[in-house]
């Protein structure tokens, strides 16, 4: 009588097909360039063709030679630079006061009562509106230019801290006393990673609200800055100048973004949300 042997191979022997996820991903990024490089091609070729008015909106390229040659003679740096310092500063100062009164409100009961009524009416009002009492108050100077920053950070910044620590859930922090860890271990392996998913959407807000802001302040008496810059060449009628400014504050907006979002990746990596398909 013959006895056949079955020989199976190892599931360790078989290799593991590749992962292709990261490569698919990094595909994908590129697709989002698709877009704005059509936008660009089709306005370079209908200022060519002479569907646009040069003096209403010339070309790309022509910006593009506006702004070497301004970078170039170091007129652009100076402007970059004191924009750049005014929305820094307004940042941290609006982002500072949010974060606290934010986290007071959020955790606090007689924080709630006392913060939020007020800041809740004051969020109702628009305010780049403010800028006629903000000159009574603070003047012309750059005072003006950081208060209307700060105004425009705070409040994103503020709610979502509000919201971010009130969501979540209480079963978490029950849990987290009931295995003896005191306010602050509480604060800290907590709370903190509960509201940073909010504080950060919060701070991608404030700072598109600060770039916005700066562009109104700039142009209330101000001898320095890229708003400066495009007021100025607006007196000229310098329209390549003036849609320099607006692509530097675009891409401004465009590359501080995609900072908050990869310091996001990198912090949340225990965060696995819903991922496009």
């Known amino acids: 009588m013959s006895t056949t042997v079955v020989v199976?191979?190892?599931p360790a022997a078989v290799?593991?097909?590749p992962d292709a996820g990261p490569r698919r991903r990094a595909g994908r990024r590129w697709w989002r360039l698709v877009s704005p490089v059509l936008l660009v091609a089709g306005w370079e070729a209908a200022a060519r063709a002479g569907l646009l008015a040069e003096d209403k909106l010339p070309a790309p390229s022509r910006v593009l030679t506006t702004g070497v040659r301004l970078a170039g003679?170091?007129?652009?740096g100076v402007h970059l630079l004191d924009s750049l310092t005014r929305a820094g500063i307004?940042?941290?100062l609006g982002g500072v006061l949010a974060l606290v009164l934010g986290a007071a409100a959020g955790l606090l009961r007689i924080g709630d009562?006392?913060?939020?009524?007020p800041v809740q009416m004051a969020r109702m009002l628009p305010h780049l509106g403010l800028v006629p009492l903000l000159i009574i108050w603070v003047g012309i100077g750059e005072s003006l230019k950081i208060t209307l920053v700060a105004l425009g950070v705070f409040f994103p910044i503020y709610f979502n801290t509000y919201a971010g620590i009130r969501d979540i859930d209480e079963r978490l922090v029950e849990a987290a006393r009931t295995c003896g860890l005191g306010p602050a271990a509480r604060l800290r392996h907590v709370v903190l990673p509960g509201a940073l998913p909010s504080l950060f959407l919060g701070l991608r807000l404030a700072i598109g609200a600060a770039?916005?802001?700066?562009v109104v302040g700039e142009q209330v008496n101000a001898q320095t800055g890229v708003g400066f810059l495009m007021m100025e060449a607006r007196e000229f009628s310098q329209t390549d100048v003036v849609v320099l400014g607006l692509v530097i504050y675009a891409l401004l907006g465009l590359l501080s973004d995609l900072a908050l979002r990869m310091l996001e990746r990198r912090t949340l990596t225990w965060r696995r949300g819903l991922r496009a398909t």
């Open 73 to 76: 003679d170091g007129t652009l």
């Open 90 to 92: 307004g940042l941290l």
């Open 211 to 214: 770039w916005l802001s700066l």
């Open 15 to 17: 290799p593991a097909p």
């Open 8 to 10: 199976t191979a190892s």
């Open 113 to 117: 009562d006392l913060v939020d009524p």
